[in-house]
């Protein structure tokens, strides 16, 4: 467009303008920026496979089920409230402390391993088309800004389309 086009632009017109703009910069085998972070998204088949690998994890690594030391806290604590000896009492905060521990533990290492499963899918994709960091980050921006702008353009034309009904 020439100079003395751009001020006879409607915002409209803009907005869509920049919308297509966006969609010809592609990334990897042509993708533009929503496609590259929708193929970033895990599918419903890989959270499902994500959900089977984590539940099988306290059935591999531990010998010790959740239940047992979440009974260890209950039991601990109502140890601490009846005996008053204070070395019965320090024993129970120690049991409890320790139960409460590796629940923590086992909750923070199934919430890493899922983040490590989403990381290192995103890590592939980017791997796969030789996306850049520079080129995640502009990928990123450039996602939000092709998705407020479909969606400001989509309510622009209700909007349009209502206006030429009432007519």
């Not at 599918?43 to 260890?72: C, F, K």
């Not at 791997?127 to 080129?135: D, F, H, L, R, V």
């Amino acid at each position: 467009m020439a100079d003395a086009e751009l001020p006879n632009l409607t915002v409209q017109e803009a907005i869509k303008l920049k919308h297509h703009i966006n969609q010809q910069i592609t990334y990897g085998p042509g993708l533009d920026a929503r496609q590259v972070r929708d193929m970033e998204r895990l599918t419903p088949d890989q959270h499902s496979e994500m959900r089977r690998q984590i539940a099988a994890i306290p059935r591999s690594w531990w010998l010790v089920p959740n239940y047992v030391w979440a009974g260890g806290v209950i039991v601990s604590l109502a140890c601490f409230l009846y005996f008053r000896q204070w070395i019965s009492q320090a024993a129970a905060v120690l049991a409890m402390v320790y139960s409460v521990g590796q629940l923590s533990y086992r909750s923070g290492l199934l919430a890493g391993y899922a983040e490590g499963y989403d990381a290192g899918h995103v890590t592939g994709i980017r791997k796969a088309y030789g996306i850049t960091s520079e080129e995640a980050e502009d990928i990123h921006e450039r996602a939000v800004e092709m998705e407020i702008d479909g969606r400001l353009i989509s309510r622009l034309d209700a909007t349009e389309r209502q206006q030429g009904d009432l007519s």
